[in-house]
Every structure is written in C-alpha cells, then in structure tokens.
C-alpha cells in the first residue's frame, strides 16, 4: 500500500466533506422548521426580493452577454500596447476588487444623476462584479476560434467582419456565451455590498435576496433563513445547468 | 502570361529572417510547388500572399493587378490549409455555399454551384455531413471545392498531403492534378516532402532558409542541382 496515495486521498476526502457540508449545512440546520420557513415564503418581502433578484440577474446577464462580444472581438483581434493591462481590467479586477468600494464608487460617480436607489442601480452595481466571468468565456473561445485560421479562411472566401461575426465566432461561441451567462446569472444573485451600498434595500424596488438575508438576520431569522434556502437552491441549480451545457460541447 | 508574380518579398519575426528577398515567378494555369525542410519560410510565403501576412517589403502581383495592399478579402484567392480548416458547425453544402453566400449570390444561384463542386469533386450524397463525419480525403475535396467555389485567381494549398494516408495518396495526387488541369487555375502548394513535390508540380521551387534557391521544371532540377543542400533535399527522390 501506498502510504502517500492514501493520505493524499485523505486529505482530499477531508476538503471535499468540508465544502459539501458548508453548502448542505443549510437544509440540515432548517430541520424540524421547515414550517416556519415555508410560512416565510409568503411573506410579500420575500416575494418582492425574489422578483428583484431574479429580473436583475438575468438583465445583468442579457447586458454581459450583449457587452462581451465586442470586447472579446476588440481583444482578440485588435493589437496595441497594453492589451494584457486592459484585459486584467476588465475581465480580473472586477472579480478581485471589494464590491462595497465600488458600490461607493458608483455613488460618488451617479449618484447626482438621481441613480442610486433605483433598479437601474441593482443592475449597475451587479454588472460590474458579475460580466466579467462572460467577458472571459467570450475572449478565450474567441481566441481560439482565432488560433484555429478557420476566421482567415472565412476572409478569404470574402467574408467581411460582420459575416466573421455573425457566421463563425457566434455559432462557435454560442454554447460558452450561455455557459457565461450561466455564472453571471448565479455571481449576480449572490451580489451583496456594491449592491447595498449604491441601491440599498427598497422593498419591491432594490432589495435582493442577498440584501434581504443580511438585514433579516438578526429581527427575522425564519425569513433569512427562508431567502438563504432560495438563493442557494437557484445557485445550485443554475451551476449544474452550466455543467450540463459544458458536457454537452 | 504570368499568374502570380512575388517581387523581392522579405518578412522577419522578432528579427528573424522568415523570408528574405524573395522571387517568384508562375505562370497562368501552372501548378508550382515550394518545396524545402521545415522552417524554410514557406508557409510564411503562402500566407504573404493570402494576405494573412504583412510583408515587411516587396510587392504580390496576380496578373497585371498588384495585390499587396488590399486585405485577404479582397483578394480573390483560393486557400486550403494543411488540416483543412472546414468550418466544424457547418454540413459539406454550407462550407462550400459560405463564399457565395457572404459575396451575396442568390439561392439558386449558390445551389447551382454547389451542386457543380459536388459533382467535380465526387461527394454528392454528402451534402449534409458534418466535417467530423468525413475521411481525411473527404475534407480535402471539400476545403477544395470551398476555395474554388468563388472562382479564385489563384488556389494556395499547404501541404495538401501531410493528412492524407499512404493508401490513397496517388488517388489524392491525382485528384489534385485533374481538377487543377480541368478548372486551369494557377496553383502554389507548398510542401516539404520531395517525393510529392516531384509528383505534383509542373514546376518546382526550392526553398531555404526564405529564399528560392532554385526553381524549374522538376526533370531539370534532378538533372542538374545548382548545389550540395538542393542535391541533400532532393535525395529521397534520386534515390
């Protein structure tokens, strides 16, 4: 016997009960409230976060999806100084970057245009945290497309940038486009401060489900828990449909 | 009357010299083969003349109509590259109908042709095949028929052989010379196999280190080697 497999895989088995214990934690600790939880559910709040989360993300979505295409075109094909620089500000950054400071950001830059604490702010404040994970499917599958010389053929038979467009990258693309918004969808459902902080929580108007968690936690725990089995169910499900499209490429 | 005419053409990355100066001259309706080990620069040279390569300098003319400026679109040239680049989500009648289409031809028009390509490069019945569901000789009529789908003056082929098996390969030669001589369009392969070069080419150029090094009909270049390194490249076939 292998000494050093079997703790490897010890170690690994230990990592991965860590993680399935810390998402299914929730339905366990629920328990015998599953009563209290439901009867939650009917709250109108919980409705309103609900409808605010789910119209937002996938607003959030459309708008990544719209807005990665010419970025992954512009950097695939354009070549200039500092491309690399601007690819990290676009695509790494905004995942690394504290959200509440860019909720603060947002305030200062929009909030004397009458923006903040309105809808348009949900998906301002959610755009920036969440379009970079289809920001990033869209460059690297662009660029592969690009490494394949199918684009070059396309030129040659006459096909102009829209055609290159519209008959090669998008059809090729079109699986990791939806992958993409995938996980924008489940990062801006998940969004809390950059939201908090530029849109706040307006019952029916701004407040998600993230919000709702947050400033239930404490006056009305049957609700958050209530929202939090909500917000983690459609994350879970949302992430396996993006695992079962990437099978299906 | 001359088909493709590349005027002292010199191209380097990163200060290396991929091609330098070079010189070659093909006639309308020829088939010239570049032939020289790897490295030697000639697929750099095919792409400079697609135009998917800026040359540093030098001039690429096709007949009388210098082409080094305009871009690939514009250029009215036929290419298959060595792994065939058919387009994966398109079926064998939309690879070849692509051309025409983006140059804005009519249905009928696009069916017609295509029909005719099918039909001189024997894959009717194949139609709706995706690229995967083909054999390597497949796809190269079907990368063939694309080119020259939209009446290209010139067709450029990248090493035509290396993907296809040793079994068919006299048939793939064959094919590429008959359908070369039946639709008389000037041709440049490129290859670093002497054997097909010899096989394919009226005539044949060889390549080192990105210059011509010599270039003829290939009866007088085994006759007469200008010297040692075009003896070396050519042994397999004087053997």
């Not at chain 2, 398109?90 to 051309?99: D, S, T």
């Not at chain 2, 690229?131 to 290209?152: D, Y």
Request: glycine share 6%.
């Amino acid at each position: 016997m292998d000494r050093f497999d079997v703790a490897l895989k010890m170690m690994a088995s230990i990592i991965v009960i860590y993680m399935l214990i810390s998402i299914l934690y929730l339905y366990i600790a629920v328990g015998e409230n599953w009563g209290l939880v439901l009867s939650a559910l009917l709250e109108s709040r919980v409705h309103g976060a609900i409808f605010i989360s789910i119209s937002s993300a996938i607003l959030v979505g459309i708008l990544a999806v719209a807005a990665a295409i010419p970025v992954a075109y512009v950097l695939t094909y354009a070549n200039f100084r500092g491309k690399d620089i601007l690819e990290t500000f676009l695509v790494e950054l905004p995942q690394t970057f504290p959200p509440v400071t860019e909720g603060l950001v947002y305030l200062l830059m929009f909030g004397r245009l009458g923006l903040a604490y309105t809808f348009a702010a949900v998906i301002i404040a959610k755009f920036y945290v969440s379009a970079p994970f289809t920001i990033s499917f869209a460059v690297r599958r662009f660029t592969e497309v690009r490494e394949s010389g199918i684009d070059v053929i396309a030129r040659s038979l006459g096909a102009r940038t829209s055609h290159i467009l519209s008959k090669i990258l998008l059809p090729l693309t079109a699986k990791d486009l939806l992958a993409g918004f995938s996980l924008t969808w489940a990062r801006a459902m998940g969004e809390l401060a950059a939201t908090l902080v530029f849109a706040g929580a307006i019952p029916w108007v701004t407040e998600t489900l993230p919000a709702l968690i947050y400033l239930a936690s404490n006056e009305k725990p049957q609700v958050a828990i209530a929202a939090s089995v909500i917000a983690e169910t459609l994350s879970m499900i949302s992430l396996l449909s993006f695992k079962l499209i990437a099978r299906r490429k | 009357m001359r088909g493709l005419y590349v005027q002292n053409v010199s191209k380097s990355f990163n200060g290396v010299k991929a091609l330098d100066g070079v010189e070659l001259s093909v006639e309308q309706g020829e088939f010239m083969v570049i032939m020289g080990p790897s490295g030697c620069g000639k697929t750099t040279l095919l792409l400079v003349i697609l135009g998917a390569l800026k040359p540093d300098k030098g001039l690429i003319w096709i007949g009388d109509r210098e082409i080094s400026r305009l871009p690939i679109e514009e250029r009215n040239i036929g290419y298959v590259p060595q792994d065939f680049g058919l387009f994966p989500h398109l079926n064998v009648y939309e690879n070849i109908a692509f051309g025409l289409r983006v140059k804005g031809y009519s249905k009928s028009e696009v069916d017609s042709k295509v029909k005719s390509l099918l039909r001189m490069v024997d894959l009717e019945g194949f139609e709706l095949r995706k690229p995967r569901e083909l054999s390597g000789g497949q796809r190269q009529r079907v990368a063939l028929a694309r080119a020259l789908a939209i009446n290209p003056s010139l067709l450029l082929l990248d090493e035509p052989l290396s993907n296809i098996d040793e079994a068919t390969k006299s048939d793939v030669i064959a094919n590429l010379k008959n359908l070369q001589r039946k639709t008389g369009i000037t041709t440049v392969c490129v290859t670093h196999n002497p054997e097909d070069a010899f096989k394919l080419g009226d005539r044949i150029a060889i390549m080192y280190l990105g210059k011509i090094i010599q270039c003829g009909k290939p009866k007088e270049i085994l006759e007469n080697p200008k010297n040692e390194v075009i003896k070396r490249l050519i042994a397999p076939v004087l053997i």
